[in-house]
């Protein structure tokens, strides 16, 4: 059987696109780079932009999946090992610290973005923006605190079921 293609099915996912894009990308050049400089002769001189751009874009832009789906790094032993009130102030306290800490990272990177378009700066070789390599940042901040809410409140009955909460490619 056939599965029809759903568009929006990629669209709730396109951070995850963008990072997988990114990734074969990566792969694809370094190896051709390889390829280039031992076995041709003629190195790219401009792979290691590419590189820099693609390894960004990897990072931030699959950060906000690694929320829906609880990738990221949590040491739950500790809390679970509390009475169920004190579990839910600790629980609180997290997200109190979570909200904080990207919150900080979003104004602190649109403040970075905008120091890049003030100035002007490119890569060397290909001429691309820094502004345009570290726009992700903020975009991802953003992304990762909807993944957030939308994992841990609007989908508090299906907690214990990742499959359920994530939007899986």
């Known amino acids: 059987m056939s599965q029809k293609i759903d568009i929006k099915h990629y669209l709730k996912n396109l951070d995850v696109v963008i990072a997988i894009v990114a990734l074969i990308t990566l792969i694809l050049l370094t190896s051709l780079g390889v390829v280039m400089r031992y076995l041709v002769g003629k190195p790219f001189t401009w792979l290691e932009e590419v590189q820099l751009f693609c390894m960004v874009w990897i990072v931030f832009a699959a950060s906000g999946y690694a929320f829906r789906i609880g990738g990221q790094v949590a040491i739950e032993m500790l809390v679970e090992s509390m009475p169920l009130k004190v579990q839910k102030i600790v629980e609180y306290f997290i997200d109190a610290v979570v ?28 001429r691309i923006p820094y502004w345009f390599i570290y726009a992700i940042a903020p975009l991802s901040c953003v992304d990762m605190l909807i993944s957030y809410v939308l994992t841990k409140y609007f989908n508090k009955k299906n907690n214990d079921e990742m499959e359920n909460i994530a939007w899986h490619l």
Do not use: E
């Open 99 to 126: 909200f904080f800490v990207i919150g900080y990272f979003l104004y602190q990177s649109v403040g970075f973005v905008q120091l890049f378009i003030r100035s002007g700066r490119s890569t060397n070789m290909l």
